[in-house]
Nanobody
Framework: QVQLVESGGGLVQPGGSLRLSCAAS????????MGWFRQFPGKEREFVAA????????YYADSVKGRFTISRDNAKNTVYLQMNSLKAEDTGAYYC??????????????????WGQGTQVTVSS
């Protein structure tokens, strides 16, 4: 089993940047495909980005493509989400997720087995 802890959230002005981190403990990190999801108040959790075990393959939601970058450092047991050109509509709780069931997981929450507690991102002037 793996434990996931997100950090790096906070308040940022529109157009600004944040980098979220998700630190994993437990089983070998490189055996996990990782993803980032977000949830807006009153809405269901939605996919943001995914990365394969090796870090070679990445996927993004259309709404963040070109602005967000997912990456991982298997030596540090950490996955990152670099968020640039932030918009007010990016405000929400951001969660990292992990699975060993596949080399790279996709856009659906049911594809992941482990979840962090989330970190809040607020984009506001």
């Amino acid at each position: 089993q793996v434990q996931l802890v997100e950090s790096g959230g906070g308040l940022v002005q529109p157009g600004g940047s944040l980098r979220l981190s998700c630190a994993a403990s437990g089983r070998t990190f490189s055996s996990y495909a990782m993803g980032w999801f977000r949830q807006f108040p009153g809405k269901e959790r939605e996919f943001v980005a995914a990365i394969s075990r090796s870090g070679v393959t990445t996927y993004y939601a259309d709404s963040v493509k070109g602005r967000f970058t997912i990456s991982r450092d298997n030596a540090k047991n950490t996955v990152y989400l670099q968020m640039n050109s932030l918009k007010a509509e990016d405000t929400g709780a951001y969660y990292c997720a992990a699975t060993t069931r596949t080399t790279v997981a996709g856009r659906h929450g049911y594809e992941y087995d482990y979840w962090g507690q989330g970190t809040q991102v607020t984009v506001s002037s």
